[in-house]
């Protein structure tokens, strides 16, 4: 099984718009967000949320689609049927490759896509705060959550240089 290879998309030059044809949709709508029809299809997929490089290739062994051609190619049916791959993506992959495994409100294994992937982000924040763990505590506050170094690295706001002690 190989991967995407960005290699191949990097040596592709951008088709003139003569070739493209009258039928060429420059822009493509899944789930709730605009794709660009001038990138390749498996890179053009992961601009939807929740769909990253290997699920998007996935998604086209699937639908039997070449990743490497241009999203713009594909017609009205074509863009149907990538539509219900998106959403039937759980039924159809190994349990690893779910985004959302053992889900806590309802126990299933699902993959979120689109705007509910920020919805069970922020559901799953609230609950952090609302139990007032560690981590609910570090996201309230707006502070470094996983262990990082919040003295050196990563500062917000107005900080701009490293204030010394007087001696």
């Known amino acids: 099984m190989t991967l995407w290879c960005y290699d191949k998309v990097k040596d592709m030059a951008r088709p003139k718009d003569e070739d493209l044809g009258d039928d ?34 996935q ?29 039937s993506y759980a039924e159809t992959v190994p349990l690893w490759m779910l985004n959302r495994q ?27 705060r609302t139990m007032k763990c560690y981590r609910g505590v570090r996201h309230a506050s707006g502070n470094k959550v996983r262990g990082q170094r919040g003295r050196s690295n990563g500062r917000g706001g107005l900080t701009l240089g490293v204030s010394r002690k007087k001696a």
Do not use: W
């Open 102 to 128: 053992r889900d806590l409100e309802t126990g299933n294994e699902i993959h979120l896509t689109g705007q509910q992937v920020r919805f069970s982000l922020q559901d799953d924040i609230n609950r952090l």
């Open 24 to 57: 060429f949709s420059y822009i493509l709508r899944m789930a709730d967000t605009d794709m660009d029809g001038l990138k390749p299809l498996a890179t053009a997929l992961t601009s939807v949320k929740g769909v990253g490089a290997r699920t998007a290739v």
């Open 59 to 87: 998604i086209c062994k699937n639908t039997g689609f070449d990743p490497y051609a241009l999203a713009g190619f594909l017609d009205i049916e074509q863009q149907e049927q990538l539509r219900l791959a998106i959403e």
